[in-house]
T-cell receptor, first 114, second 114 residues
Framework: NAGVMQNPRHLVRRRGQEARLRCSPMKGHSHVYWYRQLPEEGLKFMVYLQKENIIDESGMPKERFSAEFPKEGPSILRIQQVVRGDSAAYFC????????????FGPGTRLTVT | AQSVTQLGSHVSVSEGALVLLRCNYSSSVPPYLFWYVQYPNQGLQLLLKYTSAATLVKGINGFEAEFKKSETSFHLTKPSAHMSDAAEYFCAVTTNTNAGKSTFGDGTTLTVKP
C-alpha cells in the first residue's frame, strides 16, 4: 500500500518563477493537508483540502500561493513569482478526516529559490 | 483554538540514559495528541497517539507518552536512549472540531552521545 507521495523531492527555482508541488494521498484518503517547514522551525499549517474543496486555508499567505485538489489527480500547491523567503520544505499529509486519526506524511518537497 | 508548546528545543542524553521530551498543550475541547519523529531530509513518522482511550500510550521504538489532563501535558519518554534515536521530535494536537487539522510544536532535537 503506497504511502503519501510527493514530487518533486527537490525543486530549484529562480526568483519570479512558478513552483508546482504535487501530492498524492494514501489510497482511500480524501483529506489532504499542506504544511511548510522553514529551516530550524516546526511545521506550520497552510491549507486543508478535500476533493474539489478548500476547507481551511487560514495558513496560506494571501498572495502568490494557491492550492487545489481536483476530482482526479494529485493535490497541487502552487507558488507564483517565488521569492527567496519561499525556500522551505513543503510537506503534504493525508487522512480519512476524523479528528482521532493520524495524518500520514509524505517525504516532502524541498524548494530552493535562487 | 489549540496550541502546543515543546519545552527545550535541544535535548542531549547519553546512550542508555532516560529520554524525556516535554510537550504541553492547550485545547478548548478534548484533544487528540501525537508525537512524530523526523530524521534528516525525511518526512514525519508517527511514534504514538492519544485518542482518549488509555492515558499511557505505547508507541514504536520503545517510546511511550502519558496524557495528564490536570497538567495539560503529553511528555514523551524512553527508558534507554539508543544512538538511532537521534532525530527531531514533534508534538501535535488536533480535535474533532478542527477537521483533523493539526497544530505542531516547534520541535525538539534529540542528540544521543556515545
Amino acid at each position: 500500500n503506497a504511502g503519501v507521495m510527493q514530487n518533486p523531492r527537490h525543486l530549484v527555482r529562480r526568483r519570479g518563477q512558478e513552483a508546482r508541488l504535487r501530492c498524492s494521498p494514501m489510497k482511500g484518503h480524501s483529506h489532504v493537508y499542506w504544511y511548510r517547514q522553514l529551516p530550524e522551525e516546526g511545521l506550520k499549517f497552510m491549507v486543508y483540502l478535500q476533493k474539489e474543496n478548500i476547507i481551511d486555508e487560514s495558513g496560506m499567505p494571501k498572495e502568490r500561493f494557491s492550492a487545489e485538489f481536483p476530482k482526479e489527480g494529485p493535490s497541487i500547491l502552487r507558488i507564483q513569482q517565488v521569492v527567496r523567503g519561499d525556500s522551505a520544505a513543503y510537506f503534504c499529509a493525508s487522512s480519512d478526516g476524523t479528528g482521532g486519526d493520524e495524518q500520514y506524511f509524505g517525504p516532502g518537497t524541498r524548494l530552493t529559490v535562487t | 483554538a489549540q496550541s502546543v508548546t515543546q519545552l527545550g528545543s535541544h535535548v542531549s542524553v547519553s546512550e542508555g540514559a532516560l529520554v524525556l521530551l516535554r510537550c504541553n498543550y492547550s485545547s478548548s475541547v478534548p484533544p487528540y495528541l501525537f508525537w512524530y519523529v523526523q530524521y534528516p531530509n525525511q518526512g514525519l513518522q508517527l511514534l504514538l497517539k492519544y485518542t482518549s482511550a488509555a492515558t499511557l500510550v505505547k508507541g514504536i521504538n520503545g517510546f511511550e507518552a502519558e496524557f495528564k489532563k490536570s497538567e495539560t501535558s503529553f511528555h514523551l519518554t524512553k527508558p534507554s536512549a539508543h544512538m538511532s534515536d537521534a532525530a527531531e521530535y514533534f508534538c501535535a494536537v488536533t480535535t474533532n472540531t478542527n477537521a483533523g487539522k493539526s497544530t505542531f510544536g516547534d520541535g525538539t532535537t534529540l542528540t544521543v552521545k556515545p
